[in-house]
């Protein structure tokens, strides 16, 4: 990776993120997992910074807000369902006792086989997010984690693509089928996981990662954590990158614009905490939700920042 401002990755390495700490250590500098000081970061994960506030909100039951009661959807956006999210972007996985009690409640509610009648009937979205979580927590190989993503090939369009909603044709909003697969390891690919990356990743890369309808949604524009459903340009950039695609030359308008959002000091800002709809959406909430933030809008992100030059290395890595 080319040599990055000293400034910033000391930044990055400060402990009061153990999860930023972490990956910065791994992605960013190549240390092994099995690195003394990698290793440490990754065993503070649950004890301080953001992963540590969120798991002291966790109920004795496993899971966090729930309303209607029992709900691991709801509300929006500090419910189970968002919170485990983030948890799993961070690092945490079932060698920690709260993620297995969460866990537990996603196999119980939404993954309960033969019916597997809730997450399984709900919109691709939340399918491929329940997906991506629960690999990540360590869960990639149970036959119920697997039916998840047969759903998730079967929902891909004739152009690549997927939806949330009822469409014929796909849309970039719905990336999450896209970065469950990137959460796989490649040794778990199967021919047609394969053949359905190499379609959908043709679908984003036909569109350059911003192009649709011949609009500029401007949320697209804008830099976000947590991402939720939502998307922009930098998650298109994250997935892409780490399915392989960093040496596709179409890549190039949305990295000029990474590129550009550089502050002068080699930071990126969090542009703005979801929901961030604009003009153009054809949806809105029907009740403004209380965002979840790990950090101030408006000001220099270390979770942006990580995530862009994640996406940097991994370009360098394919030139």
């Given at each position: 990776m080319k040599e990055q401002p000293e400034p910033v990755i000391r930044w990055l390495l400060e402990e009061d993120q153990p999860s930023v700490r972490y990956f910065a250590l791994v992605e960013l500098l190549g240390q092994s997992e099995g690195d003394?000081?990698?290793?440490?970061?990754?065993?503070?994960?649950?004890?301080?910074?953001w992963a540590a506030d969120l798991l002291k909100r966790q109920r004795p039951?496993?899971?966090?807000?729930?309303?209607?009661?029992?709900?691991?959807?709801?509300?929006k956006y500090s419910a189970t369902n968002w919170v485990a999210l983030v948890l799993s972007d961070l690092g945490l996985d079932n060698g920690n006792a709260q993620i297995?009690?969460?866990?537990?409640?996603?196999?119980?509610?939404?993954?309960?086989?033969?019916?597997?009648?809730n997450v399984f009937n709900d919109e691709v979205c939340v399918v491929g997010n329940t997906a991506r979580m629960?690999?990540?927590?360590?869960?990639?190989?149970?036959?119920?984690?697997?039916?998840?993503?047969?759903?998730?090939?079967?929902?891909?369009?004739?152009?690549?693509?997927?939806?949330?909603f009822q469409s014929e044709s796909g849309t970039l909003d719905c990336w999450e089928a896209l970065a469950a697969f990137a959460a796989l390891p490649r040794s778990?690919?199967?021919?047609?996981?394969?053949?359905?990356?190499?379609?959908?990743?043709?679908?984003?890369?036909?569109?350059?990662?911003?192009?649709?309808?011949?609009?500029?949604?401007?949320?697209?524009?804008?830099?976000?954590?947590?991402?939720?459903?939502?998307y922009d340009i930098l998650v298109g950039l994250d997935v892409l990158t780490r399915l392989g695609y960093?040496?596709?030359?179409?890549?190039?308008?949305?990295?000029?614009?990474?590129?550009?959002?550089?502050?002068?000091?080699?930071?990126?800002?969090l542009d703005k905490v979801h929901p961030d709809i604009g003009a153009g959406a054809n949806y809105s909430l029907r009740k403004r939700p209380v965002p979840l933030a790990l950090e101030e809008e408006g000001e220099p992100s270390k979770w942006i920042t990580l995530t862009a030059l994640r996406v940097l290395k991994r370009v360098e890595e394919c030139s």
């Open positions: 003394s000081r990698a290793r440490r970061a990754l065993d503070n994960v649950s004890k301080k910074g039951d496993g899971r966090w807000a729930s309303k209607p009661p029992g709900s691991l959807y709801g509300p297995r009690k969460a866990a537990d409640q996603f196999f119980r509610e939404w993954l309960a086989i033969p019916s597997m009648t629960m690999t990540r927590f360590g869960y990639g190989d149970d036959v119920r984690v697997r039916k998840l993503f047969d759903r998730l090939l079967e929902d891909q369009k004739e152009d690549g693509g997927w939806h949330c778990k690919w199967t021919r047609s996981i394969r053949a359905s990356v190499e379609r959908g990743a043709e679908f984003y890369l036909e569109r350059k990662l911003l192009e649709e309808d011949g609009k500029k949604y401007l949320p697209w524009f804008r830099f976000h954590y947590p991402i939720h459903y939502y960093g040496g596709d030359r179409r890549l190039g308008p949305a990295l000029e614009i990474l590129n550009e959002k550089r502050r002068g000091d080699g930071t990126w800002m």
